[in-house]
């Protein structure tokens, strides 16, 4: 067994403030992009079906935070993010992009419309400082903007799964039923005034996730009160591991994985996210103009069902079923949900079509796979 | 976690119970705990010849896959094959669920394997328990 990958991490790594928590509940932990964080507690297949059956709790706090306010804010967000923020009332958040002059991606982002004037662009962890300073560099010199990295500031907590809200309504007197997907609110949370509330998550489940004040003892006992809320419906804490497995099932796409500064925003399937007819420019709209009128990609991102014995894995080199490489798999995994090895993977728009076989390099060995639908596991309607 | 002591064990996770010239193998608790939930794994053939310290097969969880290192050179008898529809039984007891059953062709391989004792100490060392 080579085990190295998945040795204990050591410090010094960047600790969230719910850090000495995990490490009482026994959580493997592991470096996430100079993070020391949570990949499981109890088990990643119990994480999972606990989120998608009932409950489970995840500590995202090393996601950042990045505020832009004044009477510029609007303008400056339209420029720095592919989405059309004029969309936006106010409580209401959007996915979004930063996108290179090229079209592709500096970071993929929640866009929440605080007020007028005043916008909360959450980041990915591993892209914090990066994006911080694209940011101040994009448009730093814009008028009437000013930005705040407040990433250390909060610590953020995703309570997933269908009895979510159960769990956090009794935590709080705000009317959870009146905020629908994608929007949120403030509201007293665990003793705590003016928690952002957001109908939001990275699992395909519905859920919220909390911003709350992140030193130490604060998140340690807003966490503890979660937990005893969600007693009754078998809540658990949910690691990494679950995180990606979770995500990867509705096709969200993980930086570095399914989009980054190599691959564009047509090539990624998220057309439907960038506002080419917005009227104010933006970085990478003419890049990604010229491509839709050339006719667009030469590559997309599909969903693959692995059809014989084996896990494709990220990495792993798509074929053709005589074993010309065409592509690669940007996340694969066993499907905890669907029961079947699935991955997402770039292959040349002739190979895009549903139920095209292609082959998946496992182990030197071609494995049959198929494009099928995504995203693989969507929830049921209520 | 008990590594028992009738067995001899590799640094790579491994352990072998020998009677005769037999030798059944299996991957340890400690490697068990590390992957997780073990959802896939991959068995020589019956006649297939292991070479020491080389792998022989893999055994994947959700969300890693680990090669199978061999602790000896010999001829594989047997397989496991149960395992290719319950590879969670790993998990459960990873002492006494065998992989696959060698025939030794050099019973001195044993001699560079590492004994109960020497196995828990390394595994505390490399890891911190």
Known sequence: MNLGDLLMSEAPLRKTALNATHRSLKA?????????????????????????????????????????????????????????????????????????????????????????????????????????????????????????????????????????????????????????????????????????IARTGYTGEDGFEIYIPSDEATSARVWQEIFAAGEEFGIVPCGLGARNTLRLESAMALYGHEISDTINVFEANLGRYCKLDKESDFVGKSALQTIQNAGGPNRKLVGLEIVERGIARDGYPVTTLDGTVIGEVTSGSPSVTLKKNIALAYVPIQYTALDTEVAVTIRNQPVKAKVVPTPFYKRAKK | MA???????????????????????????????????????????????????????????????????????????????????????????????????????????????????????????????
């Open chain 2, 3 to 129: 590594y028992p002591e009738t067995y001899k064990y590799t640094k790579e996770h491994e352990w072998i119970e020998v009677d005769g010239t037999t030798g059944t193998i299996g991957i340890t608790d400690y490697a068990q705990s590390s992957l997780g939930d073990i959802v896939f794994v991959e068995l020589p053939k019956v006649g297939d010849k292991l070479t020491a310290h080389e792998t022989f097969g893999s055994v994947e969880s959700v969300k890693a896959v680990s090669d199978l290192y061999s602790p000896v050179a010999g001829t594989v008898a047997e397989i496991n094959s149960a395992l290719n529809d319950a590879p969670e039984t790993i998990n459960t007891d990873a002492n006494s669920t065998w992989l696959v059953k060698v025939t030794l062709t050099n019973p001195a391989d044993l001699d560079s394997l590492l004994d109960s004792a020497a196995y828990t100490k390394y595994v505390e060392e490399e890891t911190g328990h």
């Open chain 1, 28 to 196: 493997k932990m592991v470096d996430f992009g100079g993070w020391d964080m949570p990949v499981e507690y109890s088990g990643l297949m119990a994480e999972h079906n606990a989120v998608r059956n009932g409950v489970g709790v995840f500590d995202v706090s090393h996601m950042g935070d990045i505020q832009l306010r004044g009477p510029g804010s609007l303008a400056a967000v339209q420029k720095l993010l592919m989405n059309d923020a004029s969309k936006l009332q106010i409580g209401q958040a959007h996915y979004s992009a930063m996108l290179t002059p090229e079209g592709t991606f500096v970071d993929d982002v929640v866009l929440h419309k605080l007020s007028e004037n005043d916008y909360l662009i959450v980041i990915n962890a591993g892209t914090r400082e990066k994006d911080v300073q694209w940011v101040r560099q994009t448009i730093g010199q814009m008028p009437s903007t000013h930005i705040n990295d407040y990433s250390d500031m909060y610590t953020q907590i995703a309570i997933q799964g269908p009895r979510a809200v159960d769990v956090l309504q009794k935590l709080t007197d705000t009317d959870l039923s009146t905020i629908k997907n994608y929007w949120f609110t403030w509201g007293k949370v665990a003793g705590l005034y003016n928690v952002m």
